[in-house]
């Protein structure tokens, strides 16, 4: 018989060794399930879908891990998208170059999240309550830039790009940028002293400031990154349903924040990788249009969401718990180095 702490647990554990991988079998185990019991979700045309709905979120979950991982949140993203996109839409009408306008959309959302990074970085102000805050600031003004009207009257070369897909595919092409700068965030929290210096915040801001990193600095210029990424979501979210809205983006705050933990980030900080964030990304998306493919009630999708964001902040906690039971188990059953008919 094997030693307690080695059977099949410990074995279980050892293939599953972190939540990222875990996450990733889930994912497989969903689509494989779903193949199987949901008409039409090994479409091509759904997948095709399905990635048009996971570049706004992801794109935003990109800076808001690295925003996590510090210890902070930002709750004001998807209002800094509706506002981008009001803004856009009045800017359009007023004759601007469009060109132009979404430059200026993208400088303001970099001015929103610089708005946040100031009180937060500046003041220290918690971010919870910031980002509350602006939340509601930044959904009410995009309503008195644009009220109840939806600017519509895009040129068609911008708006049918935006799902334009790549040829012989049903992939759309803005996955590409996508993928380029999931693989910037990813070097840069992975492998450069910026992410060693993020990681550090997480753990303890008092000891990453002893130890030279500027952790006001920092934290500043990721909430400025995070508004201009936000913003440039409102961008593609207005030209993909060709519709510039004060109310677009509503609640997809809920959806990024619960990827993000889903994906394995600690809500503490100091813990998560990128690679865990995209598998949680694609897991929520997955199980949410595969749902509604199926008919499943929009009350029932608020529900798994709400669900998910639970299962995101206890998960990986309560997992890691186990993973270091059944370690410390296996080396108390372990032979000492040294000992006689070791």
């Known amino acids: 018989m094997a030693p307690e702490g080695t059977g099949r647990p410990a074995r279980w554990f050892a293939a599953f060794g972190t939540w990222d991988v875990l996450v990733i079998v889930v994912l497989a185990l969903v689509v494989v399930a779903s193949s199987v019991l949901v008409e039409g979700f090994a479409s091509a045309r759904f997948w095709g879908f399905l990635l048009l709905d996971i570049v706004p979120i992801a794109l935003i979950a990109l800076p808001m891990t690295l925003i996590v991982i510090t210890g902070e949140i930002d709750l004001s993203v998807a209002s800094v998208l509706g506002l981008s996109s009001a803004v856009l839409g009045q800017l359009w009408v007023t004759g601007l170059p469009l060109p132009l306008v979404l430059l200026l959309v993208v400088l303001l959302g970099a001015v929103l999240g610089a708005v946040n990074g100031l009180f937060i970085a500046g003041f220290g102000l918690p971010s919870l309550a910031v980002t509350i805050g602006t939340l509601a600031l930044y959904r009410g003004l995009a309503y008195v830039v644009l009220g109840d009207r939806a600017v519509a009257d895009f040129p068609i070369g911008w708006t049918s790009n935006s799902i334009e897909v790549l040829p012989g595919t049903t992939v759309p092409w803005v996955v590409l940028p996508l993928a380029l700068l999931a693989v910037g965030f990813g070097v840069v929290l992975h492998y450069t002293p910026i992410g060693r210096g993020l990681y550090a915040m997480g753990n303890n ?8 990193i500027a952790v006001a ?11 201009a990424v936000a913003a440039l979501a409102g961008v593609f979210w207005t030209m993909r349903y060709a519709s510039a809205r004060a109310d677009n983006g509503s609640g997809l705050e809920l959806s990024v924040v619960a990827a993000v933990l889903l994906g394995g980030v600690s809500i503490f900080g100091g813990r998560g990788s990128l690679v865990g964030v995209l598998a949680g990304v694609l897991l ?3 199980l949410r249009n595969a749902l509604q493919l199926a008919d499943v009630p929009a009350d029932t999708l608020t529900v798994v969401t709400g669900a998910l964001l639970i299962i995101s902040v206890v998960g990986p906690n309560l997992f890691g718990m186990l993973r270091d039971r059944t370690r410390r188990r296996r080396s108390a059953v372990s032979p000492v180095a040294g000992a006689p008919g070791a």
Request: hydrophobic share 45%.
């Open 284 to 286: 929520l998306m997955t």
């Open 217 to 227: 600095r920092t934290k500043f210029w990721l909430y400025v990154v995070t508004g």
């Open 205 to 212: 801001d008092q000891a990453a400031t002893f130890s030279g």
